[in-house]
């Protein structure tokens, strides 16, 4: 079945340092994907998502680049602040575009601690 | 902004009872969505809601679960007999259509812990 893997937690980095969080996915057809993001005491919100191979989203400086050839969508920014600390998930929705919303299938999440 | 809001943020229940977790979604939305995630698993979709109906669920969503939208503005999760397993952070969303390309409004979650 469709899933989601994105790497584990926690990752720290000192400001102004260049994140990568890794996800990859599997799936059958063409699904939408996604960065969420949940702030200390937040619920989930959407950082950006990208609908079809070789789209690039991006949002607050956080870009990602769906890439078909090795089922990724690996989130980046190139120079992170105290205010991105967050847990960020990847998600992709199985339904085609067009289709209904189905389900979101959610990674583990990854915590993204910045230090001054 | 328009948001998602969730009641309670915390709820604590012992095994066997029955809880409500209550969520208001944005106000002009249709789709209704219930999310859990087991702590340090992954976030779980339960269960979608559309035109007073469930228009898809997960096999998490069992006998255990029901939804409701009782007086228009409300979306609830009822669980039955709640069990231990059944603790976890549990996630409301809205959207305006149903389509893939929409996004949905997450709450800030219920966690619930039954002891």
């Known amino acids: 079945g469709n899933s989601v893997t994105q790497m584990e937690g926690p990752v720290t980095l000192s400001e102004e340092a260049f994140l990568t969080i890794n996800c990859t996915y599997t799936a059958t057809g063409y699904p939408s994907l996604f960065w969420y993001v949940q702030y200390p005491g937040e619920g989930l919100q959407l950082l950006l998502k990208a609908t079809k191979a070789d789209d690039k989203g991006s949002n607050k400086g956080f870009e990602a680049t769906y890439r078909k050839e090795t089922t990724s969508f690996h989130l980046e920014k190139g120079s992170v602040q105290v205010s991105d600390s967050a847990v960020y998930f990847c998600?992709?929705?199985?339904?085609?575009?067009?289709?209904?919303?189905?389900?979101?299938?959610f990674g583990k999440g990854t915590k993204l601690s910045v230090k001054p | 902004e328009p948001e998602v809001t969730q009641t309670p943020s915390h709820q604590v229940t012992q095994m066997g009872q029955e809880v409500i977790l209550r969520c208001v979604p944005i106000s002009n939305h249709l789709y209704f969505y219930w999310y859990r995630q087991i702590l340090g698993q992954k976030v779980e979709f339960l269960v979608s809601f559309y035109n007073n109906e469930i228009s898809e669920k997960s096999e998490i969503f069992d006998d255990q679960f029901s939804v409701e939208r009782p007086d228009g503005s409300n979306f609830t999760l009822k669980i039955r007999s709640t069990k231990l397993e059944d603790s976890a952070m549990y996630f409301c969303?809205?959207?305006?259509?149903?389509?893939?390309?929409?996004?949905?409004?997450f709450g800030q979650g219920t966690r619930l812990t039954v002891v």
């Open positions: 998600a992709l929705s199985d339904r085609e575009y067009g289709g209904s919303q189905g389900n979101l299938i």
């Open positions: 969303a809205s959207s305006e259509v149903g389509n893939s390309n929409t996004e949905a409004f």
